[in-house]
C-alpha cells in the first residue's frame, strides 16, 4: 500500500501527508482534526471534494432528530468552507498541476497549515491555508489564507461565510433561525436544535489583507440562501501579488455555563462584540495565545519523552495527549468524551466504557481535574441509570452502555448494519445486556479515589455511585436452583462477537468485585464516617442491601479455571468451534470475518473481537497467579482479531508483563498505528479515542510499569528493546512524581510535598526525594 | 460567452451538451430532466460532482420541515446515483482525458443517453448511461449502464443502490423508516414524511449482463448505512470486454390513488412483485412502452410544425410540450402544476397563478382532460381560499398565492432573501397582498369552460368557484368617502417590484371583471339553471351577495388612460422618477438592478419587473383599442426589465398583435433561450414552467393568432419572417381543429362532429370542414 502519512523524524510534533488524494480525505480530516474539548471540527479542506465529512461539534449539545433516532450530537453550520475561483475555475486540487503540497498539524500549537501551488491552465498561484481552534478562548477559531498570484493578472472570486445545509448524514438537528449582518460584515447565524431546542449563535467575519494593508474596499456582496449566509468577494492581483483573507468565528450555545439563563439575544450580542474584539487581535495573536494555552495546560504538565530507534513512539504519545485534550469537555462535568471524540458522526458523541478503562486513566494521573469532571459525569448520571434499572427490573444504579447527556439514560441505537446473509439490519444488545459498563464505571471511580485520594469527591459523590451500582449488581443476579448458585445469564462480555452468553468471565468477576467493594466500604462508612453512612443509608437502604449482598456474594459464580488452566470466557465459548482465523489476522481492515460469516455464525466459533478474559486478568492482576495469565494469554491471544481499537493495548500491555517485550512492542506499534498509520480508511468516521488513552496506557502502565492495585502504587518498568530512556510523570494522590526510566535504572522524583510509598519489584519503598532502582 | 448547450439542426427532438463543465450540472439537470407528472428527477449524473442537486421529486407529496418553514415537496431518496470505480479510481470527468462526451435528451422518446471515453492513466474505458422515467408505469425508472473495457485488465467496482441522505438544501423532510432486502437483490427502503407523514416504498434491483448472459455470480455485498442501502459488485472486465448493468427502480407512496388506504406493508409487496415483473420485462421493452406513451399520450394530438429559417424553433415547442408533460401531474387532481415544475427545489412545488395565466391554456386547447385535472385542484382548494379570506377578515374564496395541498390554504414564505443594504431578510409580501391570484384562476376557470365547453365542470364546480371568488372581491374592496368610490389598496400587482402600492390597474380591473361575470351568471343561473342556483345560493347566500355586486360594481375605480393615454400601473407610479435601464436590459443575468439598489429604493422608480399593464391589455384584449395598446406598449416596454420569465412571452404575443413581428420574433427567441439558451446558471433552480407555457402560447396565441374572447373563437394568425409555415391543432368546444399557415394563406380542418365558429380578420365564418382564407 503506498503511504499516505507523512512524518517528521526531526520533528515529533508534525504530523500529516504530502499527497492530496480524494480517497484519504477522512483519514485527514480525522487525523488532524482541531478542538479544544468544547468544540470539535474535523479538517475537512476549504474547497470542498466529494467524499469529503464536514463535521462541527459542540460538546454535550444533544439532540434526537424524531422519535426513531437515538440523540446525537448534531453536525453545526460548517464556518470552514469556503469557495475559491480563480478565473472564474473553482480551486480544485483533483484538476491542474499541484506542486508542493504539504497539509500538517502541529500538535504543540494546534495549528493546520497547508500549502501547495496550484496551476490549471493560464492559472498559476501559492496557497497557505492556516487554521487553528482556539485553546485559550473555546469559542473561538481562526483561518488565514494567503494567494499568491504566480500568473499574469488574475481575478479572484471568494465566498465564505456559514453553511447551515450540513447534516448528519442526511438528518438535519437544526431548525434553520434567524440570519443577520452587522457593519455589512460580521455575520451570525442562530439555528436551534429541533427536539431539545438548544440554539446556537455562529458568527464569522473576515478581513482582507494586501500590501499589509487592510483592505476594506474589495467589491463585496452578502448572500443569504436557504441555511447559508455569504460573503463574496471580487479582486484582481497582479502578477506577484498576495492577498490574505482572515477569517475568524465563533460559536456559542444555549447550553454555556457562563452564559446560562441568558437570551438569544443577549448571546448574539455578546458573541458580536467578542468577535469584533477578536479581529481586532487578528490570526497570528489569537494563535500565539492558544498556542500558550496548549503549552501551559498541556505539554508543559508532565511530559513524556521517549527515546527510542523510532522516532514515531515520541510522535503517537503526543498524538495521543493532543487528541485526548481535543476530545474531553474539561470545562463542564456535565460531558464526557465521545467514543469519536469530537471528530466523527462514529458512535454519534456517545460517550461508552471506553472512557473509563481506556482514557480516564491518563487524566486520573496526571489531569486529576479533567479526570473529577469525568466521573461527576458519572455521578450525574445516577438519574439516567436510576431511569435505565428501573425500566429493566431491577434496582439501583444500572449505567447506559452508550450515555450522552446524564439524565437520557440508555442512548445505544437499537438497530444496526445488515446482516449479509438476511439482509435484515442487525439488532445492537447491547444497550440491552452489555452490562459490565456498570462495573466499569465503579472502576474507573474507585481507582481515581485511589490514585487522587480526592475525599470531598467520594464522600459527596464516588461512595454513593460504588454502592448503588453494587445495589444494581444484587437485583441483578439470577439464582440457579439446580446448582445452588447466583449467576448472570444473557449477556454481551467486552467480546461483542458472543451476544447473549450465560456468565461471562469478566461480567461475573467485575459484578463480584464491585458488591464486594460497596461491602467493604458500607463497613467502613458505618464506622468511620456516620453521617455520611446515614445520608446514603437514607437515600439507597444501605442496610437492607447490605443484607443481601452478604447472602449472595458468596454464591455468585465465578468462572474457574479448566484443568488446563483457561478460565472460560463464558458457559460455552470452550465447546465451540476453532477457526483458523489467519487471513483474518493478517488484514488490514477490521471486520473481514463478516464478509464470510454473519453473527449467528461467529457466535458458535472461538472467535474473540477483543480482550474480554484478558482485559480482566490486566485489570485485576492482582486476582490471578502470573502462571494464569500465560495460560490464558496463550489461549486467547490467537483466537482475538483485534477488531476492535480496545484491543491491542491491552494486549500489548499484558505481553509487557510477561516478558514477551518484542511482542509487546509490535502489538504498541498496531496500536498507535489504528490512526496513525497507513490504513487511509481506519479513521473515517473519527478518532479511535479508546486507542489514545491505550497510547497512554501502554506507555506508563505496560513499560513504565505504573499500577494502582488495591490503592498501592506500584512501578516496575521494563522497556522494550528499542526504548533507550522513557521519562514520564504522575500525580500520586496530589504529589507529582517524575519517572525516568533507561535499560539500567530508574529513577523517581517526588515533586510533591509528602512521602510516597512505592511498591517496585517486592520491594516497599517510601519515595520522600528520589528513589534510584539499579534494574 | 461559450457555448454549452447542443442542438441538432437535422433532428428537432434532441436536446444536450457536448462538453462536460462541472459549473453547468445545474443547467443539464433542469433542461434534461425526466419525468412523467408523478414524478420528476434532475438529470444529475450517475457518479457525484461538487455542484450538483440531486433531487427527485413525487407531485403533491408536501411536507412542512418544521413549524417555522412553508410545506415543500421532499426531495426523495435517490434512486440515479452510481459510484463506479476503476482500478480503484473513482469515475471522475474532471480527472483525466475524455473523448466523445455527449449528452442527449431524446424529447420524443425521454431518453437520456450520455455517452464518452474516459482514460485516466492506465485506466480506458467507453461508458454508455441511458435512463427514463416510466410515461407509460408512472412508478417506474430505469438506467442502463455500459462499461466497456479499451484497456488492458480492468477492476470494476459499482455501488448502487438507494441514497437517503439527499435533503432540500439541508432541511430533511423524512424519517429514515424501513430498510429490507429481498432474495439478496431486491432492495427496498421506506422512509416517511416528518409532518406530513405520507410513506415512501422506494425499490431497486440490478442485473449484469456480459457476452449476452445475464450474471448472477459477481461478488457482491449489500451494505445498509444510515439513510441508505446499496450492493457492491466487484467484476473484471478483459480488454474489450463489456459489461451492461441494469438498474430498474420504483416509487410508490400512500398518496396514490390506487393503493389508497393500503397499508405499508401492502404497498411495499406490491411494489416488489412490480419490480420483479419490470426486470423480467428489462429495459429496452420498458423504454419502448413508454416511448410508446409519449407517441399517443403527446406527440400525436395536435402536433406542432413549424417551417422556420431557425431550426431551433420547432425544437422550442418539442422542448415545451415534453417539459409541460413531464411535470404535470395530470393523473390526480388534488395536485396541480409547481412553478418549476417537478425540476428543482425553486419556489418548493408550489402552484402559483403560472398556471391559469401561462400554463393552463395550452392544456385547455390541446388536453382538456389534464385540463380538467387542473381546474378541478381549483375547485378543491376553495377549502384554503375559504381559510384564507377568512383569516384576512375577508368572505368568499381568497385563493393563495402559492398553493400545495388543496386545503393548505396560503403557503408563501413570509421572509425572502437579505437585503443588500440592512443585511436583513426582506418580508415577501406576495402571500399577503399579491391578491390578483384570485381573478387569475376564475380567468383559468372561464376560459377552460369556453373554449372545452365543459358543461358538467361548469355546473358541479366552475360556476361555483367563479360566485365565490367574486364574492370574495367584494368583501376586499375599500370605500373611500372622499373620492366617492371603491378602491383596492395596499396591494403587490404583477410587477412585483412595486410593493404595497394602491389600485393596480390589473388588480382593479380584473377585480371588476371577476363580480361582473359572477353577475351575469347569477342572472343565467337563476333563469335557466334554477337547480344549481338554488343549491349555490344556499351555499354562498347568492341573494345577499347579489346585491352588494349590484351596489359596488359600479363605484369600482378602474384606472383610466392619462391624457397621453397611458394607463397609471397604480395610484403613484407615473410620478416616479424614471432610471436609464439600458445596463441591466442588456444584462444576461436578471435581477442585476439589486446589485445597485434595493427593493424600497426600485419601488420609487418608474421600473417594471414585468408585464402588468400590458398583461391586462393582452388577456382582456376586447376591452381596449388597438390604439391604447400601442401607447401603452411604448410607455411600459422600456420600463420593463423582464427579470421575470412570466414576462418575455406576453410581450412577444403584443408586439405581434401590434404589427411589430421582427421584434416579437426577438421576444420569442430571448424567451425560448430562458431555460433553452445558453446563460448557464439561469435553470438551477429549475425549469421555467410559464416560459414553457409561453413558447406554446406565443406560437398559438401569437403566430398562429388563436384568441378565445368573451366565449368565441378568433383566429388571426401573422407569421413572423423566418417562418415559412405554421401547422398546429386546437379542440374547440369538442372539435379538434387543424390549422395550417403560411404567409400566404390560412387553412383550417374541422375534424369534429360540430361546426365551429370562427371570427377572423372581422368576419365571422362557420367551418363545417374545411375554411381557407388568404391572408
Known amino acids: 500500500m503506498r503511504t499516505g502519512m507523512n512524518y517528521f523524524e526531526s520533528n515529533p510534533w508534525l504530523i500529516g501527508e504530502n499527497e492530496f488524494q480524494t480517497d484519504w480525505l477522512g483519514k485527514a480530516e480525522t487525523v488532524m482534526c482541531l478542538g479544544n474539548g468544547y468544540m470539535g471540527i474535523r479538517s475537512a479542506t476549504e474547497e470542498s471534494y466529494i467524499g469529503e465529512k464536514r463535521d462541527t461539534f459542540v460538546a454535550g449539545t444533544f439532540n434526537k432528530f424524531d422519535d426513531n433516532e437515538v440523540t446525537e450530537l448534531p453536525n453545526v453550520p460548517d464556518l470552514i468552507g469556503m469557495d475559491i475561483r480563480l478565473n472564474n475555475k473553482r480551486l480544485d486540487l483533483t484538476n491542474g498541476e499541484v506542486q508542493g503540497y504539504q497539509r500538517t498539524l502541529n500538535l504543540k500549537t494546534g495549528e493546520l497549515i497547508r500549502s501547495f501551488v496550484w496551476e490549471y491552465k493560464e492559472v498559476k498561484a501559492a496557497f497557505t491555508f492556516k487554521r487553528f481552534v482556539s485553546f485559550s478562548e473555546k469559542h473561538l477559531l481562526g483561518q488565514s489564507v494567503e494567494i499568491k498570484n504566480l500568473s499574469n493578472g488574475l481575478d479572484l472570486e471568494i465566498n465564505s461565510g456559514i453553511d447551515g445545509q450540513v447534516t448528519n448524514n442526511g438528518s438535519q438537528h437544526f431548525t434553520e433561525g434567524d440570519k443577520a449582518l452587522a457593519e455589512g460584515k460580521y455575520m451570525q447565524m442562530m439555528p436551534y436544535t429541533g427536539t431539545s431546542n438548544i440554539f446556537f449563535v455562529l458568527s464569522t467575519v473576515h478581513q482582507l489583507v494586501k500590501k499589509q494593508d487592510i483592505y476594506e474596499e474589495t467589491k463585496k456582496r452578502i448572500e443569504m440562501g436557504r441555511r447559508k449566509i455569504y460573503n463574496r468577494y471580487w479582486l484582481s492581483l497582479e502578477k506577484n501579488e498576495a492577498v490574505t483573507i482572515e477569517k475568524i468565528s465563533s460559536i456559542h450555545t444555549s447550553m454555556d455555563k457562563e452564559t446560562a439563563g441568558q437570551t438569544l439575544n443577549e448571546v448574539k450580542d455578546l458573541a458580536l462584540e467578542g468577535l469584533k474584539s477578536a479581529r481586532e487581535k487578528g490570526y497570528q495573536v489569537l494563535l500565539a495565545s492558544s498556542a500558550k494555552a496548549w503549552e501551559k495546560q498541556v505539554w ?49 458523541g456517545h460517550t461508552f466504557w471506553d472512557t473509563e478503562i481506556f482514557m480516564l486513566p491518563y487524566f486520573t494521573f496526571t489531569h486529576p481535574k479533567i479526570a473529577e469532571s ?37 442512548t445505544t441505537p437499537v438497530w444496526g448494519a445488515a446482516d449479509i446473509i438476511t439482509g435484515k439490519p442487525t439488532k445492537i444488545w447491547s444497550g440491552f445486556i452489555e452490562q459490565h459498563i456498570t462495573s466499569d464505571v465503579t472502576f474507573g471511580i474507585k481507582q481515581f479515589i485511589d490514585v487522587t485520594n480526592n475525599q470531598q469527591f467520594a464522600r459527596e459523590k464516588g461512595y454513593e455511585v460504588i454502592l448503588d451500582t453494587a445495589k444494581f449488581w444484587a437485583s441483578r443476579l439470577e439464582w440457579q436452583e439446580d446448582r445452588q448458585r447466583y449467576e448472570i445469564l444473557h449477556v454481551v462480555g467486552p467480546d461483542e462477537y458472543k451476544e447473549q452468553i450465560d456468565n461471562n468471565a469478566f461480567t461475573n468477576y467485575t ?70 482465523l489467519t487471513t483474518y489476522k493478517n488484514s488490514s481492515h477490521v471486520g473481514t470475518l463478516f464478509h464470510d460469516y454473519n453473527l449467528e455464525q461467529v457466535n458458535d466459533m472461538q472467535v474473540t473481537k477483543q480482550a474480554d478474559v484478558l482485559l480482566l486478568l490486566f485489570l485485576f492482576e492482582d486476582l490471578f497467579p502470573k502462571k494464569e495469565k500465560l495460560i490464558n494469554w496463550n489461549y486467547y491471544e490467537p483466537k482475538t482479531l483485534h477488531d476492535s481499537s480496545l484491543s491491542l493495548s491491552t494486549h500489548a500491555i499484558l505481553a509487557a508483563d510477561l516478558g514477551k517485550l518484542d511482542l509487546s512492542y509490535d502489538l504498541f506499534n498496531q496500536a498507535m498505528n489504528i490512526d496513525m498509520g497507513e490504513n487511509m480508511a481506519s479513521s473515517n468516521e473519527g478518532i479511535h479515542a479508546a486507542s489514545l488513552g491505550g497510547i497512554w496506557q501502554m506507555t506508563v502502565f505496560g513499560y513504565g510499569g505504573v499500577r494502582c492495585l488495591n490503592g498501592k502504587l506500584r512501578i516496575e518498568p521494563h522497556l522494550p528493546e528499542a526504548w533507550h530512556r522513557l521519562a514520564f510523570g504522575i500525580i500520586w494522590q496530589g504529589n507529582p512524581l517524575d519517572v525516568t526510566v533507561t535499560k539500567e535504572q530508574m529513577i523517581i522524583v517526588n515533586q510533591g510535598t509528602k512521602d510516597v510509598e512505592v511498591e517496585a519489584f517486592g520491594t516497599l519503598h517510601s519515595v520522600s526525594n528520589e528513589l534510584i532502582i539499579n534494574l
Chains 1, 2 share one sequence.
Not at 481535543?326 to 471524540?341: C, F, L, S, W
Not at 469525568?374 to 448520571?381: A, F, I, N, S
Request: cysteine-free; hydrophobic content about 35%.
Open 300 to 348: 508543559s504538565v508532565l511530559p513524556i519523552t521517549i527515546a527510542s530507534n523510532n522516532f514515531k513512539d515520541q510522535l503517537a504519545i503526543n498524538f495521543a495527549k493532543y487528541h485526548l485534550h481535543v476530545m474531553t469537555p474539561a470545562h463542564d462535568e456535565r460531558m464526557n468524551i465521545g467514543a469519536k471524540g469530537l471528530s466523527g458522526e462514529g458512535y454519534k
Open 374 to 410: 469525568l466521573v461527576t459525569y458519572r455521578y450525574l448520571g445516577l438519574e439516567g441509570a436510576h431511569k435505565k434499572a428501573l425500566s429493566n427490573g431491577f434496582e439501583g444504579a444500572q449505567f447506559p452502555w452508550e450515555a450522552a447527556w446524564p439524565d437520557d439514560g440508555e
Open 511 to 580: 459484578a463480584h468485585w464491585n458488591i464486594s467493594l460497596a461491602m467493604k466500604l458500607y463497613q467502613t462508612l458505618k464506622t468511620e464516617e456516620t453521617v455520611i453512612f446515614e445520608k446514603l443509608n437514607e437515600k439507597l437502604e444501605l442496610d437492607r442491601v447490605y443484607e443481601e449482598w452478604q447472602e449472595k456474594i458468596n454464591k455468585l459464580y465465578l468462572p474457574q479455571p479448566n484443568k488446563e488452566g483457561v478460565i472460560p470466557q463464558d458457559d460455552t465459548y470452550l465447546s465451540k468451534d476453532i477457526l483458523d
